[in-house]
């Protein structure tokens, strides 16, 4: 494992390389560019207000900055889940071709949408301002969270790309399985809306967790009455389990490794 | 530099049951195959879904297949290594398991120093993206640093000769503008072992010599080549060494003149068989439409015509209906003598005797000289020259003289003659390498023919 990970150092140049690749094919072509990526999140946001703060009536207050303070670290997840599903499959023209770490292409996958993420955090503090959100005081929570969060969306992201190229039907299922995660997270809804006796099992979702920081700096820190951190037990459960997420998921890539070539 | 970067991933990498060694010790042996057997798994309709494989423990279907058994062999620092053998005999994945791109399934390869693959050009290149940032990205995944590349930026440019192209997106590119581009970064990528694999055939004529002048130029700087091609030209040119490969096992390796003749008689041998082959195939439709009865009128001499060949293989690389035979070909001197070598520049005849066994109208008569590669050095028959030869009967015994003055380098050439029929498609009878002429030639020069050139050095100015 650990001469993996020295090996994976050796090759951390073809890793930004390839995440700026990402970055880049996404918006080549497009007039706005990367613009889309702070243009997205303010169309969702306005989508969904519609919905929970005028149709459904949720009683939130300032429901946009609710959901979106939650919303964007789910995406990053999610994106990262389903851009990485299929991404060794479709990169089969350079693993036939080329040796290098393999765990650098859905790897690359996920720090692209961790660098957009960032870019869409950047939009997100711009509209708190405007909004005089302080969302500064929390703040320096933020980077741990956005650490932990890392790993467990990299351990996801490293099974579910290698299952895939054994198990082709995966890439279909996955969109369903991200939706089930989305609904069993508070993303749309707040967790004191959850029964009492489910709470308990929400909260062995790491992404529970997250959100529930994510909400605190951002939304929470607005109405301090509704502020409510998690014990530590919760938080430490949170980073052991997305820890083991990570390893889990880069020895199955690395066990599944040798066979890719043969089955793509 | 590169070198850092590979050495940092040495150590022994053990994967299940096999090793890659890397040392960057003083050893005389850059690539060390010791024992390696692949095995591929062939597998029988799709991928099962995930479904059957966790509800109903389906497994997949697959067959075995060895595509190498057992190969062992060591390539030298600063040696020129060839691979040669048939199609599906295992070279390009004994390419891979050198390159790590597969992993054996057994046995241990053992690498000194860096390695780059040219596989397969371009390889990665992302079709939006435009030749300065595809130059980048590709040779990152060769395995260079960023700082490389912007020294050798420049280089990699020009050698492509894309300068006015370079950021243009690459979908916009021809194929050989694009393949430019894959072998320009690749080439430059400067590894201690390169790898190469049929990709040699890049780009118009001045693009190829340049391609070689960067073969010969890593050559000449000692570094390790091992390459993959069925142009059996260009191994033999470039190789010191070559491996012939068969069913994934050595058949022979060493001399290339000594290997690749061997190669090229076990593909004539092929041949062969799928000629005899395909006449048994068609004797069977004979006798098939003979059995059923059929209104055509078949004459019995043809079934035993079209087996001819096949008389205990005895009769080597040869074909044809049999309709008239080569019974025999000579070489004879000016004064009529039977000979087997000449000297550069003698007039000689080259006498064949055809035996007709049916009226043949208009044959055509023909001869090619090829040299010890199988090149074809020049052929030529009767009606190329205009001469119509009429018709003979069942029982004609013929003479045909070509009369030949002998402009060849120095070396061994082989004489094929034919007798065709006027369709100039179909053969009477055909004899591969029938005569050998050994010529002997003083002259230093190097090729095929000697044009006999007169060389005057003067001086213009000073």
């Given at each position: 494992m650990i001469s993996n990970f020295k090996k994976l150092f050796s090759y951390h140049e073809l890793l930004f390389s390839l995440t700026r690749k990402e970055l880049k094919v996404k918006y080549r072509g497009s007039a706005l560019g990367f613009f889309w990526s702070l243009l997205n999140p303010i169309l969702v946001m306005l989508v969904y207000s519609f919905v929970f703060s005028i149709v459904m009536r949720l009683g939130i207050k300032h429901y946009a900055i609710f959901l979106i303070s939650v919303l964007l670290p789910f995406n990053f997840l999610s994106n990262s889940v389903n851009y990485g599903a299929n991404s060794i499959v479709a990169n089969g023209n350079l693993i036939n071709k080329i040796y290098f770490p393999r765990e650098i292409i859905p790897l690359s996958i996920v720090l692209a949408n961790l660098t957009n993420f960032f870019f869409e955090l950047i939009a997100l503090f711009i509209v708190l301002g405007i909004m005089g959100y302080k969302f500064y005081i929390y703040l320096h929570i933020l980077p741990l969270v956005i650490l932990v969060q890392f790993f467990l969306v990299s351990g996801v992201t490293l099974v579910v790309s290698s299952l895939t190229v054994f198990f082709r039907d995966l890439q279909h299922l996955i969109g369903i399985i991200m939706m089930i995660w989305f609904f069993g997270t508070p993303v749309i809804y707040p967790?004191?809306?959850?029964?009492e006796k489910f709470q308990f099992i929400m909260k062995a979702n790491p992404m529970t967790v997250f959100s529930i920081f994510y909400r605190n700096i951002f939304y929470y820190v607005n109405y301090p009455e509704e502020l409510q951190f998690p014990t530590l037990k919760v938080i430490l459960m949170a980073v052991v389990v997305s820890l083991f997420v990570f390893f889990l998921g880069y020895f199955v890539f690395k066990k599944l490794e040798p066979r890719f070539t043969e089955e793509i | 530099m590169l070198e850092e970067s590979l050495a940092s991933q040495n150590g022994i990498v053990t994967n299940t049951n096999s090793t890659y060694i890397d040392t960057d010790g003083n050893s005389t042996v850059a690539v060390d195959v010791r024992s390696i057997s692949k095995i591929f798994r062939i597998y029988h309709g799709k991928n099962p879904s995930l479904k059957d494989a966790i509800l109903k423990g389906k497994r997949v279907t697959y067959e075995e297949f060895l595509a190498l058994d057992n190969v062992s062999f060591s390539v030298y620092k600063g040696e020129t290594f060839g691979i040669i053998g048939p199609n599906g005999s295992g070279k390009s994945t004994l390419l891979k398991l050198i390159a790590r791109i597969l992993v054996p399934n057994s046995g241990e390869i053992v690498i000194n120093g860096s390695v780059s693959a040219l596989l397969e050009l371009g390889a990665g290149f992302h079709a939006d993206l435009t030749g300065r940032e595809n130059i980048y990205i590709n040779a990152a995944i060769l395995g260079m640093k960023k700082r490389e590349i912007d020294k050798k930026f420049d280089e990699i440019v020009r050698f492509s000769e894309l300068e006015r192209f370079i950021d243009t997106p690459v979908k916009n590119y021809s194929s050989g503008m694009y393949m430019r581009l894959g072998f320009s970064v690749a080439i430059n990528v400067n590894p201690d072992i390169l790898l190469v694999d049929e990709v040699l055939a890049v780009g118009d004529q001045a693009f190829q010599s340049k391609c070689y002048q960067v073969i010969y130029d890593f050559m000449r700087r000692g570094k390790t080549i091992i390459i993959v091609s069925h142009d059996l030209e260009t191994i033999s040119d470039l190789c010191k060494r070559v491996a012939f490969l068969k069913n994934g096992k050595i058949e022979d390796i060493g001399n290339p003149i000594v290997v690749i003749n061997k190669y090229r008689s076990y593909i004539e041998e092929m041949e062969r068989k799928r000629i005899i082959e395909q006449q048994k195939e068609e004797r069977k439709k004979i006798f098939k439409s003979l059995v059923e009865g059929e209104r055509k009128v078949i004459d019995g001499e043809e079934i035993d015509k079209l087996s001819r060949v096949s008389i205990n293989g005895e009769v080597v690389n040869r074909f044809g209906s049999g309709d008239a035979e080569i019974k025999r070909i000579r070489l004879v001197d000016k004064d009529g003598k039977d000979v087997d070598f000449c000297k550069y520049g003698d007039e000689v005849n080259i006498v064949m005797d055809v035996l007709f066994n049916t009226e043949v109208e208009d044959p055509i008569f023909g001869i090619r000289i090829t040299d010890h590669r199988g090149n074809i050095v020049y052929g030529t028959n009767n009606r190329l020259n205009n001469i119509r030869s009429g018709t003979f009967k069942k029982g004609d015994l013929v003479k045909v003289i070509f009369s030949q003055r002998i402009v060849f380098i120095g070396g061994t050439y082989f004489v094929s003659p034919s007798v065709g029929y006027k369709d100039t498609k179909t053969y009477c009878d055909w004899v591969n390498n029938m005569l050998t002429i050994n010529v002997i030639h003083h002259n230093r020069a190097e090729g095929?023919?000697?044009?006999?050139s007169e060389i005057t050095i003067e001086k213009i100015s000073s």
């Open positions: 967790l004191s809306m959850v029964p | 095929i023919a000697d044009l006999n």
